[in-house]
Nanobody, 127 residues
Framework: QIQLVESGGATVQAGGSLRLSCSVS????????MGWFRRAPGKEREFVAA???????GYADSVKARFTISRDNPENMLYLQMNNLKPEDTAVYYC?????????????????????WGQGTQVTVSS
């Protein structure tokens, strides 16, 4: 069974940067679209970014031009580089795997289509 483990969360000041990592078990990591989601205090979990097996990417409007999603298939690793962090980026960040076969915004943004999730890593941005 696939396992996902996030790391890299921390407390940073506004304007700072962090890189989150997600280690994924199993031999089929490179076959799937992967995503990052986040849950801010008192809010619903929301989509952040996704990357297809061919490295097409998609982002939430709130993080475009600040966050970059990437993957290292041989190492079974997913990353989220976060720059110019804002207090509103404070959340628990989750990586997840989806089996969607077509990389479209209507699909990769839907958390219900993701079938494997990590436990999350806390990111806190102070003002």
């Amino acid at each position: 069974q696939i396992q996902l483990v996030e790391s890299g969360g921390a407390t940073v000041q506004a304007g700072g940067s962090l890189r989150l990592s997600c280690s994924v078990s199993g031999r089929t990591f490179g076959s799937y679209t992967m995503g990052w989601f986040r849950r801010a205090p008192g809010k619903e979990r929301e989509f952040v970014a996704a990357i297809s097996r061919s490295r097409d990417v998609g982002y939430a409007d709130s993080v475009k031009a600040r966050f970059t999603i990437s993957r290292d298939n041989p190492e079974n690793m997913l990353y989220l580089q976060m720059n110019n962090l804002k207090p509103e980026d404070t959340a628990v960040y989750y990586c997840a795997r989806t089996r969607i076969s077509y990389f479209s915004e209507s699909r990769y943004t839907q958390q219900g289509l993701y079938d494997a999730w990590g436990q999350g890593t806390q990111v806190t941005v102070s003002s």
